[in-house]
């Protein structure tokens, strides 16, 4: 009988600090782009009855590594009112020789978390101008705070201005990072952040566009992490027609979900206008090239990024 | 935090007999015909370094009960050399409300194997002739033993016939049922089986048909469980042609696997020809109406079976 590991949260979070999160997702993006990966479409279940909740599978794995892994990710905004996380889910690894059950990571949906926020905080770094002395954040929920702090962490940037729809979440968003030696601003509307910022990441469950392109600056980067489904945008698509580069996580994966899709529907893009992550951190002429281009990381997230997280969080494990 | 309980196949074997199998895939089927479920395509990863695999992902749930499921199941065939088993994988349930991880049921494949043979002897128990003197089994492997033992006991029918490639394995098949008290005499060809048998189940993974229409005598129902992929195939196109009727456990499916997605591919076959088996356990007139009738079961395996199964077993677990 096969013997698989539960690992809990806490002996997660007891890790994590070691991993590179920069580094392992620069690596899985470089073997993604590279065609190193297998990563079939994203599976999803959508619940209605009793509550609205949205199911995310998420697999694949590196050809010639040493496990696959199946990433299973919800999210139901009601259980807010039942004092529970929205946000649930786990990563499991199993052996790629035999398909027996490594490492279960019941990780209730924090890896994803903090590997979409090293993902934003990987393509905002790439893709910034060379001078950012200000991150700008739509959104106050989990997301918004873990991208601030890694972006933050990896531009060596302490100042920052936010907005989000519901001023009091605002509010205690600036409270929370005021101990962190980040300061962050409240800007009463988006147009407010996008002026007062060179790199402004986008972290909203949006189903309308918030940001609109005549606010836009030269020489401004965004980073849309939050529609990561057909329906939900964060960005006017003539920003997209607009911008002097447009980046994505994944190909086959943004020309059926998030703010480029949206664009390839409304005909203001070309797929052909579009490049991966991955070959841009390979070559990097493939980027920005000037502080005045207007450019825009939209990002889905793919299953190789579970991949790394749950490996490098396994690996250290294994030494216990 | 929330908690997940982690079930050992030892602890499911345990409350396994308490469970109605037949019972449980026959609510479930027809909860799926009824259009009761949300069940999306099976999601899959192929894998061929340093070994063959094949994994398939089937999740869903009933609207309006208590749990959705993910299932894992694989098959990796060079396991045989390790001394380990070729199957694997894990049932998880989930709260339909919140989305929270409940049961982590690692059956390492067992509960697919069971929940297959069940649905298995359902269909072939439910489109046999009146008289079953003999059934015939096709395949010597962990499921052509699991049909023969559960088909055995609902048909209340204890003379078997078998036919495999490999000879030393029909002889321990044979070996193996003599203490169980259901009597299996080997068959030189499968032709043979086909012949002494008013049932067979074929339970091969054949990449090529293995049953030619014209060995069927009229009266003779088959159960195909073995094809469960765009590739595999145990029956003639011109048996499924010339069939009274067809079912499948899903028609979506079908489309795409199994024998019927042949079938129809090779134009032998209407999909309006093709009926659920839920309908028929709803209305047994949409089945065998006569004696006569050359009856064929193409089953490739639902998430609801899934669901069925992993639920009975949580809720008997959850006593302890």
Chains 1, 2 share one sequence.
């Not at 994590?16 to 599976?43: H, T, W």
């Not at 060379?130 to 302490?158: F, H, K, N």
């Not at 698509?237 to 086959?252: P, Q």
């Not at 990381?297 to 294994?318: F, K, N």
Request: aromatic fraction near 4%.
């Amino acid at each position: 009988m096969s013997t698989a590991r539960l690992v809990t949260l806490g002996e997660m979070k007891a890790v994590l600090p070691e991993v590179d999160l920069l580094e392992e997702m620069k690596r899985g993006f470089i073997a993604y782009s590279n065609g190193q990966c297998v990563i079939p479409p994203v599976g999803e279940l959508i619940l209605d009855d009793p509550a609205p909740g949205e199911v995310h599978i998420k697999y694949g794995f590196i050809r010639g590594g040493d496990r696959y892994v199946i990433k299973i990710a919800s999210g139901f905004p009601m259980n807010r009112e039942l004092g529970i996380h929205t946000s649930n889910g786990m990563m499991i690894l199993f052996n790629q020789r035999t398909g027996e059950v490594e490492t279960l990571l019941h990780d209730e949906g924090y890896l994803t978390d903090v590997r979409t926020a090293a993902a934003g905080a990987l393509a905002t770094c790439t893709m910034a101008p060379s001078s950012v002395t200000r991150i700008g954040i739509i959104g106050t929920g989990v997301q918004a705070r873990m991208q601030l702090q890694q972006t933050a962490g990896a531009l060596d940037c302490t100042q920052a201005s936010v907005w989000g729809r519901d001023t009091d979440h605002a509010s205690n968003f600036i409270t929370d990072f005021a101990e962190s030696g980040i300061e962050v601003s409240p800007e009463p509307d988006v147009r407010g952040v996008l002026e007062s910022c060179e790199v402004v990441i986008t972290c909203t469950s949006s189903l309308e566009p918030l940001v609109r392109s005549e606010w836009v600056r030269p020489g401004t980067h965004i980073t849309a992490v939050g529609s990561d489904t057909p329906d939900k945008q964060e960005l006017d698509v003539a920003l997209l027609g607009r911008a002097d580069r447009v980046i994505v996580d994944s190909l086959d994966q943004g020309r059926l979900r998030g703010e480029v899709a949206h664009a390839l529907k409304a005909g203001v893009l070309e797929e052909t206008e579009v490049t991966e992550l991955g070959l841009v951190l390979r070559d990097s002429s493939m980027g920005r090239v000037s502080d005045d281009q207007v450019t825009i990381a939209d990002l889905t997230g793919v299953a190789v990024q579970d991949l790394m997280i749950a490996e490098s969080v396994a690996r250290l494990l294994e030494r216990t």
